[in-house]
Structure formats: structure tokens, C-alpha cells
């Protein structure tokens, strides 16, 4: 079976830093989270990054510490992985979905334009699949708007927008280090700013609302805790030191793939930015609407090819339904839920594994 993704993980890497931490007994909170904070921090270029649980967590977090709360709206990417809208009812405001550009996967910002109202505080960007939104366009949309801008940079690590780093370009950002995103840790995320009294709230709030006295702690805010433990700092430092590398190979793969399917009958291969800016945590493609895509998945399964849909249009959940949203309101995104499917992109395929696959999938839409 070609899975469609597999983490580059290697315990030799690790190894010495996790007896080190067994031995430390110090399991959270210590030098291997800090020292993970820091790198990070400077390879986003950003003054500050945060390791939180999850991405769902640093952005749940992120909206809190900016005083996002009940009556509040917040505009959010509808094609996305659902957590993304979850975070922002967890925090009891209202998410205003907002529709795709037609064909593609990134967010319509003339679309976030025409449902801004007096409530709107915010907007949560997705940059799908590690495709980057243009840096220029959000920072025109935040002057022009006055809303701050929170990155979902989920699956973006090692994105640019003319040569920013995603997780540099809106007032904070939230990564997610999943096994399945670019960077993993198992579980756990990370928010990155350069705002010094959002980072100061968002410390605070990460560990239960305290802040430190000469004994003890005095509690300021009802926190949370959000924190990642040590051992799973160890493991990004080691995904970190080698992230240029794992980002290089999948960007190998995802060229193959788009020389070989670019002129491929029903399928096209939508991206938001030149393919150089994107990270490729997934390979993504929209299928015309003549395809039966479930039959597709079905039939690549056979062949031992693992595929799967893009991610899906939030709007079109029954979570969802109570804010007012019917299937297909948001047509462009719908329709990504529907057509898009994900290829596999595992380190070390070559050039007739990428063909195996681009055969099958030309033998499976036919
Ligand atoms: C994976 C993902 C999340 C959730 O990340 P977790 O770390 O699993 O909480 C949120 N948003 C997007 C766009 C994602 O792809």
C-alpha cells in the first residue's frame, strides 16, 4: 500500500534526547520545549512561537487572548479542516464562513468583504494544504478592514509569500504538528507572533492562569492547560533541524506529480501561489464534476494506492447547520469538499512510483 503520508522520523535522532529527559525526570515545560520555542521562532522570523497541544488549542487560545467572546463574529476559510470554525465557537462567538476563490482552495477575500458587519473582530486565514495566501493581499484586507489577521498555518510550515515565512504575516498564527502536517511531535502545535502583550496573555493563559509569585501562583485568568511536554519537544527539535530537507522531498515529489497530470482530461491542480512557495503538506487535486470521485478513491485503493477527499467545507456539516448554513451555500468550497482529491506524497517515491499512481488515477476517472 503507498500511504498517503508517513512521518520522517528516525530514533537515532532522538534517541540521547529522550533518555536524557527519562533521566532529567523534568517530563514538561524544561529546556527541550524552550530550546524548540526559540529555533522555531527564528525560523519563522518571528520574536516570539509558543508550543501549545495542538493547533486547535493555539488557535481556541489565540482568539481568547485576543478577547474574542459571545457576540463576537469572526470570519474563517469554509474549506478547511473543521477545527478551524470549532475553535471559534469554543471561544462563544459566531463563525461567518467564507467561500473559496472558484476552482481553488484558498480563501476569496471579496467574499470576507461583503460579510463584514459591526460584529466582525477578526479573520481566521487558512493557508490550505501548505499553498500560502498572498502576504500583500492580507495586509491590504487588515488596512483596509481594520480586522486582525490570525494565520491558520495548520499545514504551512516552511510556506513564504514573497518570501515571508507563513506564521510571519497576519497578528499571530497557529501550526499544528500532527503526523499528518510537515512537522510532527504526535500531537501538538504552536503560535507565533511578534505582538509582546498577546505573547505575555497567551503565557499566562497556557498554564491556568497563573502568574508566578515568590511562592506559588496567583491566578489572573480561568487558563488552560495547553502545554507540551518535553518528549514531544525533543522530537520537533529533531523534525526542525531537518525541516528544509523533508519540505525539499515533497516538493520533488508534488513537481512529478504536477508534470505528469497538467494536461491530464477532468483533473487540474488549483494552487494559491507559485508551486516554489508551497510546502505540499498534501498534494491536492479538483476533479471535474463529471467524476465520481468516491469510486475514484475506491478504485486507487485496489491498485494499493491510498487517497483521500482535500478537507471539507465546514459550512456543509451538520455541526454547522445551527449558524444557518445549508449544503452548497458556499459553492466554490462545496464543491472542493466534493471533487478534490488528495495523492500520496511519502518520502522516497521516485519517479515511476508517482507514475504508478498518475496511471491509476488517468485509469480510474476514465
Ligand atoms: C490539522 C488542521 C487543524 C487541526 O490541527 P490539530 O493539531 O490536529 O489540532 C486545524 N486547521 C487546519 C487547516 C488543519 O489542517
Known amino acids: 500500500m503507498i500511504p498517503l503520508i508517513k512521518p520522517d522520523i528516525d ?12 533521566n532529567s ?18 525560523f519563522i522570523g518571528v520574536k516570539y ?12 487560545m489565540s482568539l481568547v487572548a485576543k478577547g474574542i467572546s459571545a457576540g463576537d463574529e469572526v470570519l474563517v476559510s469554509d474549506f478547511t479542516f473543521p477545527a478551524s470554525g470549532n ?7 459566531t463563525p461567518v464562513l467564507v467561500d473559496c476563490v472558484p476552482g481553488r482552495f484558498d480563501i476569496d477575500l471579496d467574499d470576507a468583504r461583503r460579510k463584514i458587519s459591526s460584529k466582525t473582530k477578526a479573520i481566521m486565514v487558512v493557508h490550505p494544504f501548505g499553498q500560502p495566501v498572498s502576504a500583500a493581499d492580507l495586509a491590504a484586507f487588515s488596512v483596509e478592514t481594520g480586522l486582525w489577521v490570525l494565520e491558520d498555518a495548520a499545514c504551512a510550515v516552511s510556506a513564504t509569500s514573497n518570501g515571508t515565512q507563513c506564521g510571519a504575516i497576519g497578528g499571530a498564527a497557529c501550526f499544528s504538528f500532527h503526523p499528518r502536517k510537515i512537522l510532527t511531535t504526535g500531537e501538538g502545535g504552536m503560535i507565533t507572533t511578534d505582538d509582546n502583550d498577546l505573547f505575555n496573555k497567551l503565557m499566562i493563559l497556557r498554564s491556568h492562569g497563573g502568574r508566578r509569585q515568590t511562592v506559588g501562583f496567583e491566578f ?33 515529489i508534488s513537481r512529478i506529480y504536477i508534470q505528469k497530470i497538467t494536461d491530464m482530461n477532468k ?13 505540499f503538506q498534501s498534494f491536492v487535486v479538483l476533479l471535474n464534476k463529471e467524476v465520481d470521485r468516491d469510486l475514484v478513491v475506491a478504485r486507487m485503493r485496489e491498485q494499493g494506492i491510498e487517497t483521500m477527499l482535500g478537507t471539507y467545507a465546514m459550512h456543509a456539516q451538520p455541526s454547522f447547520s445551527r449558524f444557518g448554513y445549508f449544503p452548497g451555500d458556499l459553492p466554490s468550497s462545496y464543491a472542493a469538499q466534493n ?5 500520496p506524497v511519502v518520502k522516497g517515491m521516485t519517479e515511476p512510483d508517482v507514475e504508478f499512481v498518475v496511471n491509476n488515477l488517468h485509469a480510474a476517472i476514465c
Open 49 to 60: 512561537a509558543l508550543s501549545t497541544t495542538s493547533a486547535t488549542t493555539a488557535l481556541h
Open 11 to 22: 530514533f537515532d535522532e532522538v534517541a540521547d534526547d529522550i533518555k536524557e529527559v527519562l
Open 267 to 279: 483533473v487540474s491542480i488549483p494552487l494559491a501561489a507559485d508551486e516554489e512557495s508551497c510546502s
Open 339 to 343: 471533487h478534490s482529491l488528495t495523492l
Open 25 to 42: 525526570g523534568m517530563l514538561t515545560s524544561g529546556k527541550f520545549v524552550r530550546d524548540f520555542e526559540e529555533q522555531f521562532a527564528e
Open 87 to 93: 475553535a471559534i465557537v469554543q471561544c462563544g462567538a
Open 220 to 252: 489572573i485568568e480561568n487558563g488552560f492547560n495547553y502545554r507540551m511536554s518535553e518528549l514531544q519537544a525533543v522530537l520537533g527539535r529533531a523534525q526542525l533541524r531537518k525541516i528544509n530537507d523533508i519540505v525539499a522531498e515533497r516538493k520533488r
